[in-house]
Structure formats: structure tokens, C-alpha cells
């Protein structure tokens, strides 16, 4: 069975460009999350989703980052415009359902910004 | 505010010996734990569990303590084997309700296991 598939696995780009970064979740996993990992961290929810319905959003920089599951199953990140402070990975995860079910990751985007 | 606190960024073990990994939160509401594991380029895999009814859960080589009194966890790796040099992180999650199934994570602790 695949795993939860993210593209690009890196980028660098020129500050404030925009980026986005894809996720394909396991399937039949309802459950999606955004993470950002910073460098000597752990990761840090941005975003969690129930099938298409975003149900934890309160640590997403709503001012520059926009996220989005139209259909329940894939997902993109997005951020416009990007800032220095943004380098880092970002994690897709997911789950069967919300609540105590693991969480699979993805390999993750590293995301450098000059 | 760290909820989640690894205090060791870095841990050294020679094979076959005892790798012990630790843990400490501060919130109360927190009542199940996990420990993911970490190689480089590629994203975090899950490794163990325990919920707060239970003091300790164990899979093999790797054991999971909980003391909730001290609001500490564990992860004893016995023994130790160089495809266990990885970063580790202890994760936490709060009850049931809409906070359910979120992971709080520690900061991670990189162990490397010498021949």
C-alpha cells in the first residue's frame, strides 16, 4: 500500500514568491494534517482536516497561508507570499479518523527561501 | 510555551547496551503518548503508544514508561542496534473532543547506537 505522498520534496525560492506544496493522504484515510517542522524542532500543527472540512485552523498564519481539500482526499498548502522565517519542512500526515489513530507522514518538502 | 519537553538534544549508546529516552510535559490534559522515530530526508514513523490508564506498554525491544504523577514518559530501547541511530520524538495528545487526536511534539532527541 502507498504511503502519504507529498510533491515537490524541495524548493528555494526568492522571498515573497509564492509556493505550494501537494498531498496525496493514504487511502481511505480521512484525516489530513499540515505540519511545519523548523530546524532542531518537533513538527507544529498548521492545519487538520476532516474529510473536506477544516477543523483545527487556529495555528495557521491566516494572513499568508491558505490551505485546501476540495473533495476530501488530496490537499494543497499554500503561502503568498513567502517570507525568510518560512524555511522549513512541511509535513503531510494522515489518519484513519480523528482521534487515537496513528498519524502517517509523509517525506515531507523542504522549503528554502532567499 | 514548550508543552513538550525533550531536555536531551542528543544521546550516544554502544550496541547492545540500553538506550533510554525521555520525555517531561506540564499539561494535565494531555492523556495519550506516542514516540515516533526519524531518519534523515524522509518524515516521521510511528513506534509506540501508551494512553494514561496504563504505566507501561511494550513492543519488542522498545518500552514505553509512564509517570503521570511526575507528568514523565520513557522510551527504553533494549538492546540497542545501529538501525536505531535516528532522531526521536515524543509526541502528546490531548482527550476526546475537538482537540482529539491532535499531536503535541517534543523538540526530539538524536540517538546514535555505535558498533
Known amino acids: 500500500e502507498a504511503g502519504v505522498v507529498q510533491s515537490p520534496r524541495y524548493k528555494i525560492i526568492e522571498k515573497k514568491q509564492p509556493v505550494a506544496f501537494w498531498c496525496n493522504p493514504i487511502s481511505g484515510h480521512n484525516t489530513l494534517y499540515w505540519y511545519r517542522q523548523n530546524l532542531g524542532q518537533g513538527p507544529e500543527l498548521l492545519i487538520r482536516?476532516?474529510?473536506?472540512?477544516?477543523?483545527?485552523d487556529s495555528q495557521l498564519p491566516k494572513d499568508r497561508f491558505s490551505a485546501e481539500r476540495l473533495k476530501g482526499v488530496d490537499s494543497t498548502l499554500k503561502i503568498q507570499p513567502a517570507e525568510l522565517g518560512d524555511s522549513a519542512v512541511y509535513l503531510c500526515?494522515?489518519?484513519?479518523?480523528?482521534?487515537?489513530?496513528?498519524?502517517?507522514f509523509g517525506p515531507g518538502t523542504r522549503l528554502t527561501v532567499t | 510555551d514548550q508543552q513538550v519537553k525533550q531536555n536531551s538534544p542528543s544521546l550516544s549508546v554502544q550496541e547492545g547496551r540500553i538506550s533510554i529516552l525521555n520525555c517531561d510535559y506540564t499539561?494535565?490534559?494531555?492523556?495519550?503518548f506516542l514516540w515516533y522515530k526519524k531518519y534523515p530526508a524522509e518524515g516521521p514513523t510511528f513506534l509506540i503508544s501508551i494512553s494514561s490508564i496504563k504505566d507501561k506498554n511494550e513492543d519488542g525491544r522498545f518500552t514505553v514508561f509512564l509517570n503521570k504523577s511526575a507528568k514523565h514518559l520513557s522510551l527504553h530501547i533494549v538492546p540497542s542496534q545501529p538501525g536505531d541511530s535516528a532522531v526521536y520524538f515524543c509526541a502528546a495528545s490531548p482527550a476526546q473532543g475537538n482537540q482529539g487526536g491532535k499531536l503535541i511534539f517534543g523538540q526530539g532527541t538524536e540517538l546514535s547506537v555505535k558498533p
Open positions: 500526515a494522515s489518519s484513519f479518523r480523528q482521534g487515537r489513530g496513528e498519524q502517517y
Open positions: 499539561n494535565s490534559m494531555f492523556d495519550y
Open positions: 482536516y476532516e474529510n473536506e472540512e477544516a477543523v483545527d
